[in-house]
């Protein structure tokens, strides 16, 4: 099964500014996934990430805000654009045997 | 919609006592499900997932497609069992892609 870990574990951001995060896996995988936890909430899917082509968005996701790439069969990264206090969060990635990374907990003030 | 559904936020138990965390699905065709729990501060980990029909930690889950469930069991608790526990299935056409319940905080008393 694959190793997954992602950085930063956490971060602390002012509002407008942008946050990288990356995921990185011990063994090829064809897809992976980017989800948010929102404080006291469960996980949704912002989007699915194949090596080659565009991320694809799920409803309420939009491309301008979480920009993704997926350079190689390893590594995908997430990107959480003109952060506001909204965006805190924390970021986790997956890949496609249902495993999950440590998660990237975000603060914006 | 295909979604699952956890009625229960909250459950608490005592240690020793049977605990039953709820799933139901709403899903058409063969549905695959999986139980997911998160530990205090620890990453989201997979417990079991329906079709490997296996025990994980003590915990079971049954398939019941007449009451389209796939609820959590396990005979006796521990005090390490408690965490936040989320049903989930597949969200679509891409193999991995996952849509979760609401999550049940389990909480199991000494």
């Known amino acids: 099964s694959a190793v997954i870990s992602q950085k930063p574990s956490r971060d602390i951001c002012q509002r407008g500014t942008s946050l990288t995060i990356q995921c990185q896996v011990d063994?090829?995988?064809?897809?992976m996934f980017w989800y948010r936890q929102q404080p006291g909430q469960s996980l949704t899917l912002i989007a699915t990430?194949?090596?080659?082509?565009?991320?694809?968005?799920e409803s309420g996701f939009v491309i301008d805000k979480f920009p993704i790439s997926r350079p190689n069969l390893t590594f995908s990264t997430l990107t959480v654009s003109n952060m506001s206090p909204e965006d805190s969060s924390i970021y986790l990635c997956?890949?496609?045997?249902?495993?999950f990374g440590p998660g990237t907990r975000l603060t914006v003030l | 919609a295909q979604r699952v559904t956890q009625p229960e936020k909250l459950l608490s138990v005592f240690k020793g006592a049977p605990v039953e965390l709820k799933c139901n699905y709403s899903?058409?065709?063969?549905?695959?499900l999986f139980w997911y729990v998160q530990y205090s501060r620890q990453r989201l980990q997979l417990l079991l997932r329906?079709?490997s029909r296996e025990s994980i930690k003590g915990f079971t889950a049954d398939l019941n497609k007449g009451e389209t469930s796939f609820h959590l069991k396990k005979p006796f608790a521990q005090e390490e069992d408690s965490a936040m526990y989320y049903c989930?299935?597949?969200?679509?056409?891409?193999?991995?892609?996952?849509?979760f319940g609401q999550g049940t905080i389990l909480t199991v008393h000494p």
């Open positions: 997956s890949v496609e045997d249902h495993r």
């Open positions: 990430a194949n090596q080659g082509s565009e991320a694809t968005y």
């Open positions: 989930a299935h597949p969200g679509g056409t891409s193999y991995g892609k996952l849509t």
């Open positions: 329906h079709i």
């Open positions: 899903y058409s065709g063969s549905p695959e």
């Open positions: 063994s090829q995988v064809t897809m």
